[in-house]
């Protein structure tokens, strides 16, 4: 069994709204959901438009609750980095930050994804983020989150001291990664691994 968990966010609050991301879920959902031979491909769920980060985190332990074949987490939209790490950045995460002067939690930290996604019994488990400071989740630090457990990958659309770009309605990471997996990363026999899909990027 296959299953992907894809995140898309638009609708945040007044000057923070993005455009593209809710399109990024939709053209990754197009070929993740189905082979080319029109053959069931993943299990797929979407949020799109989710607004709260507690509502994320309890899907995010779903995914990678039992022993899939792969496991594949899937993020675009708003990313925060400050002293405590990089964080993914929901619409209410912003609205309370708004509302209290002293708040320093801004989302879910990428540390507690990649501890879930760690612990995960998944055969495979694939981590990819179109998010400013998004390399923050490969990111090594001395706790036990920060290695790669085995079969982990991780693709993302920048480092940890860089934005993530939207242009022409898409993230340019996604819209790589789309065409990457509709075979433009494909090997001479037709298989597309995270390398090869990296490697395209």
């Excluded at 992907?4 to 993740?32: E, K, T």
Aim: some cysteine; glycine content about 10%; aromatic content about 6%.
């Amino acid at each position: 069994m296959r299953r992907a968990l894809l995140i898309g966010i638009n609708d945040y609050p007044q000057g923070h709204q993005l455009r593209g991301c809710v399109d990024d879920v939709n053209s990754l959902l197009s070929v993740l959901e189905r082979h080319g031979n029109n053959d069931k491909n993943f299990d797929v769920i979407c949020l799109k438009d989710v607004q709260t980060s507690d509502v994320a985190r309890e899907k995010i332990h779903q995914l990678f609750h039992d022993d899939a074949e792969i496991a594949l987490f899937y993020f675009s939209g708003h990313g925060y980095i400050d002293t405590d790490g990089g964080q993914l950045v929901f619409p209410n995460d912003i609205l309370q930050c708004q509302q209290d002067s002293t708040c320093n939690m801004y989302g879910i930290p990428m540390s507690e994804i990649m501890q879930i996604a760690n612990k995960s019994r998944a055969k495979n488990k694939v981590i990819i983020l179109d998010c400013c400071h998004s390399g923050d989740m490969g990111k090594f630090q001395q706790d036990e989150t920060s290695h790669l457990a085995h079969g982990m990958s991780i693709l993302t659309a920048c480092r940890e001291d860089e934005t993530a770009l939207e242009l022409g309605g898409h993230g340019i990471f996604t819209e790589l990664l789309v065409s990457a997996l509709k075979g433009e990363a494909a090997d001479f026999c037709g298989n597309i691994t995270v390398g090869g899909v990296y490697a395209y990027i």
